[in-house]
C-alpha cells in the first residue's frame, strides 16, 4: 500500500476522529512475528501482507499515525477481513485484534462515505436481516421461488450465473422455507425432574425465522436436561450483525434493549445457540463501557451468556441418549472456537451420544467464509473459503455435518449443493434432541 505524502494528522488520531480510534497501545502490542498468518483466510487466499492480520495492523498504526487516511485502499483492506478471529487464537503476544478491528470498522462507517450500490446493499442488509417481523415478509415470496419449480429452473438453465454476485449469493444461501414458526414456543417451559438451572434463551433473529426447529429443539434438549427456560417476549436482535460491521450506534441501541428484556427475567444463565450472537453477548460489557447507565449491568449480563454447548457441557447428563451410529464432521462456527475459545464443549456434548462417531477435519481453524454479511458483501472470496471447507469437510466421508451457528449452516448447505453432495447440515442441538427423543438416525440424513 503506498502511502499518500499529504494525508493530513487529525488532532493526535491520525485518520481517526476522536471516538475510540484503534488503541494504540493495541497497536503497539504487535511484535510482527507474523504466527497469525498461516490461519488467516484472506493471507491464505492472497498472500498479501495488507490482507493478513499483521498487515491490517499496521495500516491502522500508520492510521494513527495520520500517515494513511481512510481511503478506498485503507477501507478494502479492512473489508476483506472476515473478523473471523482466528489471528486471536493463534498470536501468542495476545494482540487484542477483535477490539482492534471493531473499533477501524466504526471509524469507517462514521467517516468514509461509501460509493452508492455498496451502501445501499449494506442498507437493505441492516434493514431487514436485524428484524424478524421483516425477514418474515421475504418467506412467502422465498417459498414461492422454491416451490413453484423456478428456483429449479434458474439453477438448471444456468440463468442464475445471470444474477449480480451478491443476488447470485443470496439465491445460493437462501435456506428451504420451515413450514413451521417459533411463534409456538412459550414464554416459559418447565424444567423435567428436579429443576437445576433457570436459563433464558435468545432466540435470534436469522435462527427465529429461519431455523425455528433449532431454537424448538434447544427448548426441548434444556427442558429435558432440568433447565427452566424463559423467553422473554419483548427481546430483539442482539446487535452482533452491526457491531461486526461497524455500525456502532444500532449495535449499541440493540444491545441496552436486550439487556432490558432479559434483565426482569432473572436467570441464571442467558443461552445462545447462534455463535455470532453469543460472542456478540458475552461483549456488551466492553461495548457498553462509556454508558454510565448501562455499564455494570452489561457486565452482570455478559457474565451471565453462555453458548448452548457450554450448558449442556457443564450439566452432569440426566436425559437418556439413545444410540445415534452416525459420523459427524464437526465444524467449528469462528465465533465459537477463536471469538469465545468454545471448542470442548461441543465435543464432549457430541460425545455423550452412544454410537456417535466425531470427524474432524483439515483447517478446522479456518472460516467457511460464512462471517456475518461476509458472503452478502464479498461473495467471491466468501465462496472460495466456503468450497475449500467443504473439500475439507466430504474428504472425512460424513454421515452428516454438525455446527453452531446459523450462518455457517447457510454457508456449508449451499457449498456442499454447489458440490453435488447430499450431506446434510444441522446444528449440533438438533443431533443432541434427536438423541434425547430417541428418532432414527435417518430423521437427520433427510434435512
Ligand atoms: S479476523 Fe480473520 S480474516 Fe481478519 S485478520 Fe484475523 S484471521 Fe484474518
Ligand atoms: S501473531 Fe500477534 S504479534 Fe505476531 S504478527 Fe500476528 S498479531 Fe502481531
Known sequence: MTEPANAPPNAGYGAFDANHPPSTDLVNACVHCG????????????????????????LMKLGLQGQVRLDPTFVNHMDNCLGCMACLTSCPS???????????????????????????????????????????????????????GLQSLMRRSGLVKLLPASLRA????????????????????????????????????????????????????????????????????????????????????????TIDAFEGAHVDAVVSNAAGCGSNLKDYGYLLRDDPEYRERAKVFSAKCRDISEVLAGLEPRAPRHPL???????????????????????????????????ETAEAALCCGSAG???????????????????????TAPDLVATGNPGCLLQLRGGLRSAGSAVPVVH????????????????LLTR
Open 170 to 257: 443470496m439465491e445460493n444461501l437462501a435456506p428451504s422455507v420451515p413450514r413451521q414458526t417459533n411463534g409456538g414456543l412459550p414464554q416459559r417451559v418447565v424444567p423435567e425432574g428436579e429443576p437445576r438451572l433457570r436459563v433464558g434463551l435468545l432466540l435470534g433473529c436469522v435462527q427465529s425465522v429461519f431455523f425455528p426447529e433449532v431454537n424448538a429443539a434447544t427448548v426441548r434438549v434444556l427442558a429435558a436436561e432440568g433447565c427452566e427456560v424463559v423467553i422473554p417476549r419483548d427481546q430483539c436482535c442482539c446487535g452482533a450483525l452491526m457491531i461486526h460491521a461497524g455500525e456502532e450506534k444500532a449495535a449499541l441501541d440493540y444491545a441496552r434493549r
Open 94 to 148: 495476545g494482540v487484542k485484534y477483535d477490539k482492534l478491528i471493531e473499533a477501524t470498522r466504526a471509524q469507517i462507517e462514521r467517516n468514509f462515505p461509501r460509493p452508492a450500490p455498496e451502501g445501499l446493499l449494506r442498507r437493505m442488509i441492516f434493514d431487514v436481516f436485524p428484524r424478524p417481523e421483516r425477514l418474515r415478509l421475504l418467506l412467502a415470496p422465498l417459498a414461492l421461488y422454491q416451490r413453484s
Open 325 to 359: 451410529p452416525l459420523k459427524v464432521a464437526y465444524h467449528d462456527a469462528c465465533h465459537l472456537q477463536h471469538a469465545q475459545g468454545v471448542r470442548a464443549q461441543p465435543r464432549a456434548v457430541l460425545g455423550t451420544i452412544p454410537e456417535l462417531q466425531i470427524l
Open 428 to 443: 449440533l442441538v438438533e443431533v443432541v434432541d434427536a438423541s434425547m427423543r430417541g428418532v432414527a438416525a435417518e430423521s
Open 35 to 58: 504466527f497469525c498468518l498461516a490461519t488467516c483466510p484472506t493471507y491464505a487466499l492472497w498472500g498479501e501482507e495488507m490482507d493478513s492480520p499483521r498487515g491490517r495492523i499496521y
Open 373 to 395: 454479511i461476509y458472503n452478502l458483501v464479498r461473495p467471491g472470496p466468501a465462496k472460495e473459503l466456503g468450497d475449500r471447507k467443504v473439500r475439507h469437510l466430504l474428504a
